[in-house]
């Protein structure tokens, strides 16, 4: 029987993959670091990345662990191994929601967040003022939305609705992937029935003109 060829550790493509992989360590761990801006807050993502840090390690599912952190003097639960932190760096570090003047929510408009996710964007606008009807399919980023609305005493600010949106009412197939809770998609159920059946709504029928 030939001999098995030996696999090179250091054969480019994985070292690429190696570096590609310590750059993302590297990023993570700096943007952690500037997310918490006061004590308290530093000490809940401290948690939360000792925690993170936990559960990439044990040899079981881990997805749906959550943790408590504070950021701008708010209270949010987030699911530990989901991509829902990283909406923090969207909204408050690339800022992707002020780029126009226009379009920024200023205190009595009526904001639409569709794909509200955690509520991290939801719990910004109410707090500054804004009435927010916010949309969130996903069953486990939902209930996380709901708490967090709660937690930080806006529910007279935010109409909650766990339905996605479409043209018309219905009923789709939410698809994601591992704990990518921002990364979902909906298609619907007579084009694919597998996934997480999630109700559809249509955005003239819940909100009245």
Request: glycine share 8%; with cysteine; hydrophobic share 45%.
């Amino acid at each position: 029987m030939a001999d098995a060829t030996p696999v090179d550790v250091r054969s480019p493509s994985r070292l690429a993959h190696m570096r590609v992989k310590v750059r993302e360590l590297v990023w993570e761990t700096r943007f952690l670091a500037r997310l918490g801006q006061t004590w308290p807050e530093r000490m809940s993502i401290a948690k939360l990345v000792a925690k993170l840090y936990t559960a990439r390690l044990m040899p079981f599912e881990t997805y749906r662990w959550e943790a408590t952190i504070i950021v701008r003097g708010a209270k949010y639960v987030v699911g530990v191994r989901t991509s829902e932190i990283f909406v923090f760096h969207e909204i408050y570090e690339s800022l992707q929601y002020e780029r126009h003047a226009d379009f920024i929510p200023q205190s009595g408009w009526t904001v639409f967040d569709v794909g509200a996710n955690i509520g991290v964007f939801t719990v910004l606008q109410a707090t500054q003022g804004a009435i927010v009807y916010s949309f969130e399919p996903n069953p486990d980023s939902y209930s996380r939305l709901s708490r967090n609305v709660a937690a930080n005493k806006l529910c007279d600010r935010v109409r909650l609705f766990p339905t996605a949106l479409g043209d018309e009412r219905g009923v789709g197939s939410l698809h994601v992937t591992g704990g990518g809770t921002t990364g979902g998609v909906v298609t619907p159920v007579e084009a694919d029935a597998s996934g997480i059946a999630v109700p559809i709504a249509a955005l003239d029928e819940v909100v009245s003109t």
